[in-house]
């Protein structure tokens, strides 16, 4: 005799509803943060991956990317709302990690943020990038160290995009990760 199928969570009832498959993950955050409530966030997405992976490696990675994006939301935002939009597909026996942030920026800081973001998606080598990072913001007396999204590609494993529209920027960290053995499935009843 075949025992029934265990009834359906919320999640997964959502994630079918969503179209997401059952090895789909998806959360989505929409908050005004602060430096205090990112740090919340980071413990959070930290416990998050370590529980998927199962690798220290892996999650301090995507936690210190996650981060990193985050914090550039609080500080640049001009209405203080940022959305933040973690996924996961499986691929074989990987995860297809995608981090997205998005928020709303005056036009100095967009012209900021573009020359910025060009130059690290468009780094051939990103370590040596961030080492140019890290020397120029030995001189920077603005604040800002400008070195989040350098370390997100030299440090993360982690390609990254962004789309400008408006007053609207869309940043987009994105990389695959081997699942290890025995680590938390996302398809398991």
Same mark, same amino acid.
């Given at each position: 005799?075949?025992?029934?199928?265990?009834?359906?969570?919320?999640?997964?009832?959502?994630?079918?509803?969503?179209?997401?498959?059952?090895?789909?993950?998806?959360?989505?955050?929409?908050?005004?943060?602060?430096?205090?409530?990112?740090?919340?966030?980071?413990?959070?997405?930290?416990?998050?991956?370590?529980?998927?992976?199962?690798?220290?490696?892996?999650?301090?990675?995507?936690?210190?990317?996650?981060?990193?994006?985050?914090?550039?939301?609080?500080?640049?935002? &001009?209405?203080?709302?940022?959305? @933040?939009?973690? =996924?996961?597909?499986?691929? !074989?026996?990987?995860? #297809? /990690? *995608?981090?997205?942030?998005?928020?709303?920026?005056?036009?100095?800081?967009?012209?900021?943020?573009?020359?910025?973001?060009?130059?690290?998606?468009?780094?051939?080598?990103?370590?040596?990038?961030?080492?140019?990072?890290?020397?120029?913001?030995?001189?920077?007396?603005?604040?800002?160290?400008?070195?989040?999204?350098?370390? &997100?590609?030299?440090?993360?494993? @982690?390609?990254? =995009?962004?789309?400008?529209? !408006?007053?609207?920027? #869309? /940043? *987009?960290?994105?990389?695959?990760?081997?699942?290890?053995?025995?680590?938390?499935?996302?398809?398991?009843?």
């Amino acid at each position: 005799m075949l025992a029934a199928a265990p009834p359906l969570g919320n999640i997964e009832r959502h994630m079918r509803a969503s179209g997401l498959a059952s090895e789909d993950a998806l959360f989505e955050l929409r908050f005004q943060p602060s430096v205090a409530l990112v740090s919340t966030v980071r413990r959070f997405v930290t416990d998050f991956y370590r529980e998927l992976f199962l690798d220290a490696d892996v999650s301090h990675k995507l936690a210190m990317a996650t981060h990193e994006m985050l914090e550039n939301t609080v500080h640049y935002s &001009i209405d203080r709302r940022s959305e @933040l939009v973690i =996924s996961l597909h499986r691929v !074989g026996t990987q995860y #297809v /990690v *995608t981090i997205r942030t998005k928020n709303r920026a005056s036009d100095e800081r967009l012209r900021k943020v573009r020359t910025a973001l060009e130059e690290v998606v468009q780094a051939q080598d990103p370590a040596a990038l961030y080492n140019e990072l890290v020397r120029r913001a030995a001189k920077r007396r603005d604040g800002g160290s400008g070195l989040g999204l350098g370390r &997100i590609r030299a440090e993360a494993d @982690l390609e990254l =995009s962004y789309t400008i529209e !408006g007053d609207t920027v #869309v /940043v *987009t960290a994105e990389g695959r990760f081997q699942q290890r053995p025995g680590a938390l499935s996302m398809d398991a009843p």
